[in-house]
C-alpha cells in the first residue's frame, strides 16, 4: 500500500441499510403470516396456487444474513479503527 492510500467506509450507512432490510423482513414475516392464515382457510385444489406465493418466507432467512453481516462488518470496521486511532497517537 502506498503511503496516505486509505479505506473509507461509511458504518453509518451500513447500519442504515441493515435497518431498512430488518423492516423488509419485517413485512415478509407478516405476509407469511397472512398467507399461513389463508392457508388453514382454503382448499386442497387452492393451495397449489397459494404454495407459489410462499417464496417470501424462503428468502427472509436470506434476508437476515444480509442484516447481520451488514452490522457486524459495520462493528468490526469500527473496532478496527479504534485500533489504528490507539496507534496513531
Same mark, same amino acid.
Do not use: P
Given at each position: 500500500? =502506498? +503511503?496516505?492510500?486509505?479505506?473509507?467506509?461509511? %458504518?453509518? $450507512?451500513?447500519?442504515?441499510?441493515?435497518?431498512?432490510?430488518?423492516?423488509?423482513?419485517?413485512?415478509?414475516?407478516?405476509?407469511? =403470516? +397472512?398467507?399461513?392464515?389463508?392457508?388453514?382457510? %382454503?382448499? $386442497?385444489?387452492?393451495?397449489?396456487?397459494?404454495?407459489?406465493?410462499?417464496?417470501?418466507?424462503?428468502?427472509?432467512?436470506?434476508? =437476515?444474513?444480509?442484516?447481520?453481516?451488514?452490522?457486524? %462488518?459495520?462493528?468490526?470496521?469500527?473496532?478496527?479503527?479504534?485500533?489504528?486511532?490507539?496507534?496513531?497517537?
Amino acid at each position: 500500500m =502506498q +503511503s496516505g492510500t486509505y479505506i473509507q467506509v461509511d %458504518t453509518g $450507512k451500513m447500519r442504515e441499510y441493515a435497518n431498512r432490510l430488518e423492516w423488509v423482513r419485517q413485512k415478509m414475516l407478516e405476509i407469511e =403470516q +397472512s398467507v399461513s392464515h389463508v392457508y388453514l382457510n %382454503t382448499k $386442497k385444489t387452492e393451495l397449489a396456487r397459494l404454495m407459489q406465493t410462499d417464496t417470501l418466507s424462503n428468502q427472509r432467512y436470506r434476508l =437476515q444474513q444480509c442484516i447481520n453481516w451488514l452490522r457486524d %462488518t459495520a462493528a468490526d470496521f469500527e473496532a478496527v479503527e479504534r485500533q489504528i486511532a490507539v496507534f496513531q497517537v
